[in-house]
């Protein structure tokens, strides 16, 4: 099963994205831009891809180990990646000043291979994605002012992702 680790996020954080979504779909109704279903707007912390039931299993034992104090984050400036000039994904940035998003998913990233378990090692970038760009659109509008909204983060969760024509089905596992 396609997988991976994720805070998911705080349902009022959730209506004010899809308001943002909105009022960019409506700076941007010429672009090509599949968006991100508000009900799927999580914070990766790390992708794994395809792991077995048994390293599902496994995997939820021992990320109960990584332990951690709730802390607050922001909401931070829209941008894309790789870049404004390229965008392929649109993004809100999440500001942590603690520094904790990163120290989870740095212990995350020690205890997979401990389970050998193969997982995307990207540089980590706090982020939660709004939408992708479709058909090599470079043009994009992402003038919005975004309030720095905050919420708490004092879990994580390992995500199943099933890929359907009309978009994922994300599905908690623990």
């Given at each position: 099963m396609r997988c991976f680790i994720a805070v998911n996020i705080p349902k009022e954080i959730k209506d004010y994205l899809a308001d943002i979504i909105l009022q960019l779909d409506?700076?941007?109704?010429?672009?090509?831009?599949?968006?991100?279903?508000?009900?799927?707007?999580?914070l990766t912390l790390t992708?794994?891809?395809?792991?077995?039931?048994?390293?599902?299993?496994?995997?939820?034992?021992?990320?109960?180990?990584?332990?951690?104090?709730?802390?607050?984050?922001?909401l931070d400036n829209i941008s894309a990646f790789p870049?404004?000039?390229?965008?392929?994904?649109?993004?809100?940035?999440?500001?942590?000043?603690?520094?904790?998003l990163r120290q989870i998913n740095s212990e995350i990233k020690q205890l997979l291979p401990k389970l050998k378990i193969a997982f995307d090692?990207?540089?980590?970038?706090?982020?939660?994605?709004?939408?992708?760009?479709?058909?090599?659109e470079s043009r994009v509008n992402l003038k919005i002012n975004v309030e720095p909204l905050s919420f708490?983060?004092?879990?994580?969760?390992?995500?199943?992702s099933q890929l359907t024509p009309t978009g994922p089905i994300y599905t908690k596992l623990n």
């Open positions: 409506k700076q941007n109704h010429q672009v090509k831009i599949k968006w991100v279903e508000q009900e799927n707007i999580h992708f794994l891809g395809e792991i077995t039931d048994k390293q599902a299993a496994l995997l939820l034992e021992n990320l109960i180990e990584i332990k951690f104090e709730p802390f607050i984050v922001n870049n404004i000039d390229q965008p392929r994904v649109l993004k809100i940035g999440i500001m942590d000043k603690t520094g904790q090692d990207k540089p980590f970038s706090s982020h939660l994605t709004l939408g992708r760009m479709r058909d090599g708490q983060i004092s879990n994580f969760d390992l995500m199943k």
